[in-house]
């Protein structure tokens, strides 16, 4: 079994923390946490070990009640791999610690791309990570953007891609977070980081980002405008994302609107936290003028790396290839909606 360190068990290392716990070749060693709140007392409750990430701050989870297995250092020293879910530029900073441990390392999409030795989207660059020991998981609008480009490239070509992001302000946790009434280029400049990002994965591609942020918490948008090599018509890209497992087409029939029925949906379907670890692409959105192919899809901005860090936990450690990992998860978490 992969012994995993989860190092940050926030939004989305308590999620990786979740779905490595349900893979049949790997389990969590321990996860770490800077202070004692409500998620340090979940993981007790789920059975995991708590280690103390600031040595510093080690006598405040005994004041609270809550046991600790001992400093971070020992969980990184214990581990096959850590999974650095810590706030953006934090991952950074534990960059020397797990070289000093020489434990391979996963960290997020808010860290620099210069961090790591690869940016990681499974879908698109699996073998890029295999025995890298500093791997990036892209972000949650680059993974979604990925997933989208890598089918469309390997079945038509690109030629360009043309992408507005319309971002929430913060995920419903972020109470500090905002617009709470506006809307702002975010950045003003163009392109958006995003972009830049994506061609951490695709270093040969034309892709142009514009983004902003919104008065919301659910879910991001997407809205795509694809030149392609080739003239294609939309029945048959729909029927090309339709063989992608982490593509979800929302049919018509189903009269999701918008983020909120897809939240209530996941809800409904019996989806940890709601959670929806595909893009989701409305169906009838996909349209093509000539060569250009147009669509809006929602990135749920809490989950869609998730079975990334799954993946590429495989792929550092060479324990599956792409095809064989990708299935694995997609099986485990239940992927497809």
Known sequence: MIQVAINGYGTIGKRVADAVQQQPDMEVLGVAKTRPNFEAETAIDKGFAL??????????????GLEIAGPVEDLIDDADIVVDATPSGIGAENKTLYEEYETPALYQGGEDADLADTSFNARSNYEDATGADHVRVVSCNTTGLSRVIAPLREAYGVEKVRAT????????????????????????????????????????LDIDTLGMKVPATLMHMHSLNVTLEEEVDADEVRELFAEESRLFLIPERMDIDGSGKLKEYA????????????????????????????????????????????????????????EASIETTNETLGIGL
Not at 181 to 202: A, K, Q, R
């Open 51 to 64: 280690y103390a990430a600031i040595e510093e701050r080690a006598d405040q989870f005994a004041e609270a």
């Open 267 to 322: 809800m409904d379907a019996g989806r940890p936290r709601a959670d929806i670890w595909e893009n989701c692409i409305w169906e009838e959105s996909i349209s093509t003028v000539g060569s250009d192919l147009y669509l809006f899809q929602g990135i749920h901005q809490e989950s869609d790396v998730v079975p990334e860090n799954i993946d590429a936990i495989r792929a550092v450690l060479g324990e599956a290839d792409a």
């Open 165 to 204: 992001l319309v971002r929430r302000g913060g995920d419903p946790g972020q109470t500090n977070r905002g617009p709470i009434n506006d809307i702002l280029p975010n950045p003003v400049t163009i392109p958006s980081h995003h972009g830049p990002d994506v061609e951490t994965i695709f270093d040969d």
